[in-house]
C-alpha cells in the first residue's frame, strides 16, 4: 500500500495538485489527506478508491512500479500524444466540467442562452 501513497504524492506534486484540492475531489477531510500523505495513516482499499477517482483514475494506476519513470517521462508524454489518449483524457476532463455547469445552471435556475434565442 505504501507505494500507492508514494506514487499518488509523486503524481499530485508533478501536478501541482495540493493536498486540500485532494479533500475536496475525494470528499475526506484535510486533515486525513495530510495523514496519509505524510504515512502517519495507513491508506485501505477505500480511500485507494477514492483518491484514483478524484483524478479519472484506477487504484491498479497508481501500484505501478517504476511509476515515474512511466508517467512523467518526455517518452511517454510524446507516446501518449501520438497514440490519442490525452485528447481521450481532456474529452473526459470536458463531459465532466459540461455536466458541473448544467448541474449549476439547474440550481440556480439559469436558462441555457441557446434556449433564450428560442424564445423558450
Known amino acids: 500500500m505504501a507505494i500507492f501513497m508514494e ?3 509523486n503524481y499530485c506534486k508533478d501536478n501541482g495538485y495540493k493536498q486540500k ?3 475536496l475531489k475525494t470528499g475526506m477531510t484535510e486533515a486525513k489527506v495530510s495523514r496519509l500523505f505524510k504515512g502517519e495513516q495507513e491508506v485501505n482499499e477505500q480511500d485507494m478508491e477514492l483518491l484514483s477517482e478524484a483524478f479519472l483514475k484506477t487504484p491498479a ?3 505501478q512500479e517504476g511509476f515515474y519513470e512511466k508517467i512523467f517521462t ?4 510524446a507516446a501518449e500524444f501520438y497514440l490519442g489518449e490525452a485528447a481521450e483524457r481532456m ?3 470536458t463531459d465532466k466540467l459540461i455536466e458541473f455547469i448544467e448541474c449549476m445552471d439547474s440550481i440556480l435556475g439559469i436558462r441555457p442562452r441557446r434556449n433564450a434565442y428560442k424564445g423558450e
Not at 74 to 77: D, R, S, T, V
Open 74 to 77: 518526455p517518452e511517454g508524454a
Open 7 to 9: 506514487n499518488y504524492k
Open 91 to 93: 474529452k473526459e476532463y
Open 21 to 23: 484540492f485532494v479533500a
Open 61 to 63: 494506476f497508481f501500484m
